[in-house]
C-alpha cells in the first residue's frame, strides 16, 4: 500500500536518490543536486506560502515525489514530479496518487491555477 506524506527533512537523501537518476540516466540530463537548489531546501522553497512538497512510500521506502511551488495570486508551478521506476502505473498509480494529493492541497489552499514546470527533455 502506497501512503502520501508531506516531506520531512529526513528524506532529503532519498528524494534526491530518485530525482537524479531519473534526470540523468533515463533522460540524459546532465544535471547534479546543487544544480537543484530547491532541493536543498525543499522545507524552504515548496513548503512555504500555500505550496507543498510530497513523498509517495511504499512500506516506509520514498518511492514518489512530487511539489507545488507557491507563485502568488493563487496560482502554483507543479515541480518534481517523479516516481521511482517499478512504481510507475498500474496497479500502484502513484503518479496519479500524488497528483490527486496536490490538486486537493491546491483546492483547499484556494489556488486555482497549476502550471506545470518542467524542461524541453520531459516533454514528448
Known amino acids: ?37 530547491d532541493l536543498q531546501d525543499i522545507r524552504g522553497f515548496y513548503q512555504s506560502g500555500n505550496g507543498g512538497f510530497w513523498v509517495a512510500c511504499n512500506q516506509g521506502e520514498v518511492v514518489g515525489t512530487v511539489g507545488l511551488k507557491d507563485i502568488g495570486g493563487g496560482q502554483a508551478a507543479l515541480r518534481k514530479m517523479f516516481v521511482k521506476f517499478g512504481y510507475r502505473g498500474a496497479p500502484l498509480l502513484v503518479a496519479a496518487g500524488l497528483l490527486d494529493h496536490a490538486r486537493a492541497h491546491a483546492r483547499t489552499h484556494r489556488i486555482s491555477d497549476i502550471y506545470l514546470g518542467t524542461t524541453n527533455q520531459f516533454i514528448s
Open 1 to 37: 500500500m502506497i501512503e502520501i506524506r508531506s516531506y520531512r527533512e529526513r528524506d532529503r537523501q532519498a528524494v534526491t536518490a530518485i530525482i537524479l537518476p531519473i534526470q540523468q540516466q533515463e533522460f540524459g540530463i546532465a544535471i547534479n543536486a546543487a544544480d537543484q537548489p
